[in-house]
């Protein structure tokens, strides 16, 4: 197997929000099979710069796979071919030498493109901060010990907070849902003891702000799991929504 | 040599017993009523676990907040990526846990040279962290009982660690996100995010607001508060690799010193010995494989010099476990320079494995052979899915390539014992101050001291702050602010108008290169000193050369990274002056001039038991070293040992 590669890439390239974005030709020669996927395109754009053109614009930060600014449609698939894998821990040893990349942004009408390959995702924020908490100031809680959580429980609990907010189960779903996300915000916490008080008031809020930014329902089709980098089971979208029929039918408030 | 100033510091500690400074500095404090608390106004410029539950809490108690964030969300602050866990001093375990012991050990693991009675107040607040985490909701390990697990971490010899698999920074920092998401809602936060702090505004000597550029449209803004909390991490990534986000950087900080912040002890950085080794010069970042491998992995080298055999192809009698060898008490476990500098100097002797000779093996046959594939998965089956994903080698089959990387820095801003820096109304807390960790940090720490900065220690000392002084009302309109934003401004035009051939990436790399050789695992004066040259001659080869493209009014990230570059060269230089002067090897700095003849550090106490707190004179100006006397009453100054 050959330790290079040479590629085409085509990148989507557009100057700004309200600006007509288009398809550029990249062609990348000698690329390191070891290398990152995001380093390729640290490559790309080193070369860009030298020839006196802008640098394509891309979300990134810890570029070890926990913080979720990454992104990228690559090939038409959310955080590329790998599956429980971020961008940003993408090899370049999973593609073959004369390979051709298409790259995208996330496309969903509540993530609009700002620049290239760089989204606007605070829409997730907007649902957390109508529900994806729970209320306790600093210095009213009680010993951590004082509420035992059965370990299957806090493993569940866990499963779902693993989520690492980037948004490819919104990228990945035909209907731009942010079912998955929303699920296991809420999934996380209402299984703990400490989310059950406002578990009903929690999932009507959120669900309604996802409803008004303008997400998409949920038809079952489970690309978003198989997108997920986090590996976010599609069974906390059936918690929420067993969650919230138990709030409508139930709720007192 | 720099010019030392004979100031007196007042660090403000509180008089009386240790144990009972920080009860008494509560008591003695200010408060604001809560009418009063609803005019005031404060800034928090970051959102990783120091900011965000300082936002939150300082909202909780009625204040107003204004939090800002370079991130698309306060979120993906890079507190998110630690991985370990955080200490605390509950002694659930049963084994002589103790505030008192866990105030001992983070003294001595930072090698006696941080403020004893703020690491005594960290160590006593610890307990209300894990209290306040998991109340929110953090999916702390337990066990079968539903009670909560510990584990023991680098550095210590009782389990006090608390966590949540390999991702604690992630769970910890949700919670206090959540907390501060909560706020934005109730209105009491006003969320920035994709803002980038570019100058500190000074009026009438108190910091009174903040000059940031709104990184979606270019456009520059003012914001005026009562107060200003600087949590914005530390400066590693000045050495280009590290395990750093690549967004982290020193640019807030090195603005306030420039205006007359006091920088401490920028010469102690971190080197983390368990992460995964360089392989080629594409390389962007490094990561960090969390040191609770070492809790069940045994590091070795082969007994020969370059030995290319795999791993585990080396019989037994072959192969050089080291640390066990040169430390029989605390074996794999010593703290992270002790581990680091040994991996270095096998590497150096020429028994170093792997295509670069510039690594060690991290080997899990033994624990794998003893508790079984599935317990040694369960504990870290995340960490070897990331190996797995970046080496391409199967951890489980092969023993693990890790080599040291530049992970966390102890020094930054000078505060003190309220966290306010040496400008009135500034207030530095987590990573960004220098006044817990002294010379070296142990593992798990880092988690804890954000936490309590924030949750537990700065809502008590801004509200004093603010309950103590009459300030008078200041309009984004002042003078202060249209210098602050002229002078902002102006340095990224001039970026702009370089238009040379070099790129941002390409200068930042060179930077690495020289920090990394002269100013990273070990120091020598000789070296230091070519540093110094190297560093001034490359920003000036920045200012001439730095080729960036686009417009300022825009999205654009090369010209963010080009601004953060900027500072670290001039940070750089500090670092690098500091590390000349510190002639003693303490914790995470090694002269190599000052060491015993087992190659271990050798502090010298009598001399350099200080602080060391730099005043900003001058691009390319000597700057003015002020110094802190630090005192051991509690935990005498004694000879670290690990053996």
């Not at chain 1, 010990?145 to 980037?166: F, K, L």
């Not at chain 2, 987590?430 to 070296?440: C, T, V, W, Y």
């Not at chain 2, 720490?445 to 949750?455: H, I, R, T």
């Not at chain 2, 200012?543 to 570059?565: F, P, T, Y």
Request: proline fraction near 4%.
């Amino acid at each position: 197997m050959s330790e290079t590669l040479d590629l085409t890439l085509k990148v989507w390239r557009q100057p700004g929000p309200d600006a007509s974005g288009r398809y550029v030709e990249y062609k990348l020669t000698e690329i390191s099979t070891h290398m990152s996927f995001l380093e390729m395109l640290d490559v790309l754009n080193e070369q860009l710069n030298e020839k006196g053109e802008e640098m394509v614009a891309f979300d990134h930060d810890c570029r070890e796979g926990i913080c979720g600014m990454c992104s990228l449609m690559i090939n038409g698939q959310a955080h590329g071919p790998d599956s429980g894998t971020t961008t940003c821990q993408l090899h370049m040893r999973r593609f073959k030498n004369g390979d051709t990349i298409v790259v995208e942004p996330w496309r969903a009408r509540a993530f609009p493109v700002l620049r290239d390959l760089v989204v606007d995702r605070s829409a997730f924020d907007r649902i957390i901060q109508e529900g994806g908490f729970i209320s306790a100031n600093t210095g009213s809680a009680p010993d951590a010990n004082s509420v035992p959580i059965p370990a299957p429980v806090q493993e569940t609990a866990m499963d779902a907070a693993a989520c690492i907010g980037c948004g490819a189960c919104v990228a990945a779903c035909k209907n731009a849902s942010a079912m998955l996300f929303v699920s296991a915000k809420v999934s996380h916490l209402s299984t703990l003891p400490q989310g059950k008080p406002e578990r009903d008031s929690r999932v009507q809020s959120m669900v309604a702000q996802m409803d008004l930014e303008g997400f998409g329902n949920c038809t079952n089709t489970e690309e978003c799991q198989a997108a997920c980098p986090a590996e976010i089971s599609v069974s906390n979208i059936a918690r929420l929504n067993r969650e919230f029929l138990r709030a409508q039918l139930c709720s007192k408030e | 040599m720099a010019d030392t100033a004979n100031t007196v510091f007042n660090s403000r500690v509180p008089d009386g017993p240790m144990a009972e400074k920080w009860d008494r500095c509560k008591q003695e404090m200010k408060l604001v009523n809560p009418a009063n608390k609803r005019k005031k106004k404060i800034i928090v410029v970051g959102t990783g676990l120091a900011g965000a539950s300082a936002a939150a809490s300082l909202a909780e108690l009625g204040y107003q907040v204004e939090s800002f964030c370079f991130q698309d969300s306060p979120r993906r602050a890079h507190s998110i990526a630690a991985q370990g866990g955080i200490n605390a001093a509950k002694n659930y375990p049963n084994d002589g846990d103790s505030v008192w012991r866990l105030f001992y050990d983070t003294v001595k693991g930072g090698d006696y040279r941080s403020r004893e009675a703020n690491v005594h107040r960290l160590a006593q607040v610890s307990n209300n962290i894990i209290d306040q985490c998991t109340a929110q909701g953090v999916p702390f390990a337990r066990d079968y009982g539903g009670l909560l697990s510990n584990r023991s971490f680098g550095g210590a010899q009782v389990s006090r660690t608390f966590y949540a698999r390999g991702q604690t920074g992630q769970q910890l920092l949700l919670g206090a996100y959540s907390a501060l998401m909560r706020q934005v809602g109730t209105g009491r936060v006003k969320l920035f995010p994709r803002r980038e702090m570019l100058d500190l505004v000074v009026v009438d000597g108190v910091a009174r607001g903040i000059i940031v550029r709104n990184l979606i449209t270019g456009e520059f803004e003012k914001y005026s508060a009562d107060c200003v909390l600087l949590c914005t991490g530390g400066y590693s990534s000045a050495f280009y690799l590290s395990t750093n986000a690549k967004g982290s950087n020193v640019t807030a900080a090195w603005r306030c010193h420039k205006r007359g912040a006091y920088f401490a002890n920028p010469c102690y950085t971190q080197i983390h010995p368990t992460c995964i080794p360089v392989s080629g010069d594409y390389q962007s970042k490094l990561t960090l494989m969390s040191e609770s491998l070492r809790n069940d992995g045994r590091v070795w080298v082969p007994g020969g010099q370059g030995d290319q055999r795999r791993g585990n192809q080396i019989p037994d009698a072959e192969r050089d476990y080291y640390l066990e060898r040169r430390y029989p008490a605390f074996g794999n476990l010593v703290p992270r320079d002790v581990a680091s500098r040994a991996a270095k100097e096998r590497c150096d002797a020429g028994y170093g494995v792997g295509s670069t000779q510039q690594a060690v093996f991290l080997d899990f046959r033994d624990a794998i052979a003893r508790d079984g594939r599935h317990a040694i998965e369960a504990k870290y089956g995340n960490l070897f899915h990331m190996y797995a994903k970046i080496t391409g080698e199967d951890p489980y089959q092969v023993p693990m390539r890790i080599y040291p990387a530049v992970h966390y820095t102890m020094g930054g801003l000078w505060v003190d014992y309220q966290l306010q820096s040496s400008i009135p109304g500034l207030f530095v807390l987590g990573e960004a101050n220098f006044s817990d960790h002294g010379a070296n940090r142990l593992g798990a720490s880092a988690l804890m001291q954000g936490l309590a900065d924030g949750y537990f220690v700065a809502p008590y000392t801004t509200s004093n702050f603010l309950g103590s002084q009459n300030l008078p009302d200041v309009s984004t309109d002042d003078e202060a602010f249209t210098e602050a934003m002229a002078n902002a401004q102006d340095r990224n035009s001039k970026i702009l108008g370089v238009q040379g051939t070099r790129s941002s990436d390409s200068i930042h790399r060179e930077l690495g290169h020289i920090l990394w050789d002269h100013c990273g695992m070990s120091r020598e004066s000789q070296g230091l000193e070519l540093a110094m040259g190297k560093i001034s001659d490359l920003r000036d080869e920045f200012w001439s050369s730095i080729k960036v493209l686009g417009q300022g009014e825009q999205l654009n990230q090369n010209l963010e990274h080009a601004g953060r570059l900027a500072d670290f060269l001039e940070f750089g230089e500090l670092m690098v002056r500091d590390a000349l002067v510190r002639e003693e090897s303490c914790g995470g700095h090694f002269r190599e001039e000052h060491q015993t003849k087992d190659n271990e550090a050798l502090r010298d106490d009598e001399n350099f038991s200080h602080v060391s707190a730099w005043e900003f004179t001058g691009v390319g100006n000597e700057p003015v070293e002020h110094r802190e006397q630090l005192e051991f009453i509690e935990v005498p100054l004694a000879t670290r040992s690990y053996k």
